[in-house]
């Protein structure tokens, strides 16, 4: 079986032939005039994809679009790589998951292995810890934890840390083992979803920065950005995971928009997971704070559940319309410039719906 096909669900053609097998009618489960709207969405979401490529807000992307049955519609644009060299990206590229990593493997490791109610702080992101912490410039993660990571009372508030997720890898020895074991074997995805990618691999993988100096400007600390000075191709772009070995919980995991679609695919059909934990992991369980969250997952006014990732990911799934999105992009690549990632998704989840 060749890379990229175990275990995922593909659609009978990618990207804008959709338009075709719409105009020649040979899906005859949708009427005519709704595939004619399912060809505009389509090429509306590469055209407006392609035109964000040309802005510079990132040189890459990969979409997938579908329910809870499969991906119906997929592509890939722009250039994987585009400094030293360029690289394309294709269906089969690997990007750098960043903070989607936390519901797609470490929620499911922790609501397999461990007590809810123990974790459901950490889950929430209302444990009272600070949002982060350049943990590797401290002796030990854990002790700079506890030590210095306490910044308000727990429970009054929900505030987004990658400290949660740091103390709930630390409860799951081996954690990349299990992973294996418990999600990618079972989904027969071992060749598409990974840590710690080998070199031989670095032609399917999208590139993302070039230096630390983004991490160092966030921790107050200059110094620092001498610690990874070249390209990060290959290697996970967040420095607590980098200094971690390739993840702390919190990122880490390179996959392809294929693949992120099918671990969300599992989340839609309970199928890693008993449906009684899954409704539980997606409701709001922050009410009345300042955020919507559930165990792992951020919730939506609308009762849509997903995650974003620093490096320009994100995975959003619509129960009501039975709908997946996936949108991985490299926009820090070579540089974490600013760009309205927010305003980029919420327009491609626009058009997704319409698809």
Known sequence: MQPGTAGVPRPPRAGGEICDLAKAGEDARVPRGARSLQCVAVKSIDEFLRREIALGSFPSAVYAIGSSAGIEHENALGNAVAVPIRIPATLDTLYDCASITKPLITTVLALQLLDIDTIRPLLTHTSGLRAWMPLYTYPDYLTAIHEHGPE??????????????????????????????????PLGIENDAMFHPPLTLRPRIAATEWGQRLEAKLAGMPSIAANRDGLMWGETND????????????????????????????????????????????????????ESRGLGWQISPSGMYGHTGFTGTSVWIDPRHDRIMVLLTNRVHPCAAPVAMQQIRREFHRLALTS
């Open 152 to 185: 308000y009372e727990p429970g009054t508030r929900v505030v987004y840390s990658d400290l949660n997720f740091i103390l709930l890898w630390s409860l799951l020895p081996d954690y990349v083992s299990l992973a294996r074991q418990r999600i990618f074997a």
């Open 239 to 290: 420095g607590n995971s980098h200094g971690a070995g390739g993840t702390a919980g919190n990122a880490g995991l390179f996959a392809t928009a294929r693949v992120v679609f099918r671990l969300a695919q599992t989340w839609a059909n309970a199928e890693l997971l008993p449906r009684d934990i899954v409704s539980e992991a997606t409701r709001n369980q922050t009410e009345g704070l300042n």
